[in-house]
């Protein structure tokens, strides 16, 4: 790519680690959740950030929104995932799409349950929401 096509926000530099490099820290607000930033402005990255969600055998999040969209991608496990009035289950190899500000909310079914999830690198804000559940 050409320097005249490179976002300007980029230092033009690529960047390579391993993901066991990459600290998992306890999400707040979920159950047994951890999350790690694989890629994002730390390392240069203006547009995007890359984040891993592990979640444990009681894990889960409850109902909330976020004023970002998220695109996801299941590595592994199961789990039920609900996105505004509409209950799905997915596991590896399934990809999620939630626009910004649709409630949303995940409950393992075999764990762990793990999934890349891609936001765009501005401010989120995070409202916890009333049950979607059934």
Known sequence: ?????????????????????????????????????LVGPQDGAPNFVMRRIVMG????????????????YVLRGRARVGIADEIHEVSAHHVVYIPAGTP?????LEAPFEFLCLVPNVPDQVKLVGSTKD
């Open 1 to 37: 790519m050409s320097d005249s096509v490179r976002d300007e926000g980029s230092s033009g530099k690529g960047k390579v680690k391993p993901v066991d490099q990459v600290e998992l820290e306890q999400l707040s607000g979920a159950r047994d959740t951890s999350m790690a930033i």
């Open 57 to 72: 055998e009681a894990g889960g999040m409850p109902a909330h929104t976020n004023a970002v969209e998220h695109e996801q």
């Open 104 to 108: 949303h909310w995940y409950d393992v």
